[in-house]
């Protein structure tokens, strides 16, 4: 069974610093590209940052010069560093396990609420 598990979500200052971990079990973690999602209520699921297989990343750029994405792949882990938070970032944080070979196989955490308000 394919289990994402996030954790580290919280309540924080905006100026205030959080790191999301997300464990993955049941995939051979190395192999997928993984992937951190936000949505805020009445919006749309959007991507947030994502780290290839090889450890290449991508950033949107609301999270750019921000935000962090890296993986363990030792530990199953993907984390996603976020710095100088502002209340535009308060959102439902997702994980997101993605592999594209002869069949794409594409995986979802459960969530955890990052809220950024004084």
């Known amino acids: 069974q394919v289990q994402l598990v996030e954790s580290g979500g919280g309540l924080v200052q905006p100026g205030g610093s959080l790191r999301l971990s997300c464990v993955g079990s049941?995939?051979?973690?190395?192999?997928?590209?993984m992937g951190w999602y936000r949505q805020a209520p009445g919006n749309e699921r959007e991507l947030v940052a994502v780290i290839s297989s090889g450890g290449s990343t991508n950033y949107a750029h609301s999270a750019e010069g921000r935000f962090t994405i890296s993986r363990d792949n030792a530990k199953n882990t993907v984390y996603l560093q976020m710095n100088s938070l502002k209340p535009e970032d308060t959102a439902v944080y997702y994980c997101?396990?993605?592999?594209?070979?002869?069949?794409?196989?594409?995986?979802w955490g459960q969530g955890t609420q990052v809220t950024v308000s004084s």
């Open positions: 049941g995939i051979m973690f190395s192999i997928y590209a």
């Open positions: 997101n396990a993605y592999y594209s070979g002869r069949t794409k196989l594409d995986y």
